[in-house]
């Protein structure tokens, strides 16, 4: 299927910004929509934004959509999540994910899920 694969995860402090990066490749033609979402230890998976690759319709977790956007690169195949003003509590394993329905905000509904990669944020 789609293969996903993240990077620009690391280690800021509280108040910085990371950009996260997710390529993909493999069946290409197949995607719709891309989603990050993130999970913190001990904790559920959570949504935190999605993108249509057509027209960039955009769907975020309410409380993030300050802070966070997401954007994408048709030509590049690539996806992002700019992050800024982090919190400790931002920390989590950010994945991507993609979908070919309409940028759904339910984990069951994406196909393809990348590594993920860390992002921690200290205080």
């Known amino acids: 299927q789609v293969q996903l694969v993240e990077s620009g995860g690391g280690l800021v402090q509280a108040g910085g910004s990371l950009r996260l990066s997710c390529t993909a490749s493999g069946r290409t033609f197949s995607r719709y929509s891309m989603g990050w979402f993130r999970q913190a230890p001990g904790k559920e998976r959570e949504f935190v934004a999605a993108?249509?690759?057509?027209?960039?319709?955009?769907r975020y977790t309410a409380s993030l959509k300050g802070r966070f956007t997401i954007s994408r690169d048709n030509a590049k195949n690539t996806v992002y999540l700019q992050m800024n003003s982090l919190e400790p509590e931002d920390t989590a394993v950010y994945y991507c994910a993609a979908t070919e329905r309409f940028i759904p905000s339910l984990g069951a509904d994406y196909g393809s899920w990348g590594q993920g990669t860390q992002v921690t944020v200290s205080s």
């Open positions: 993108i249509t690759w057509s027209d960039a319709s955009t």
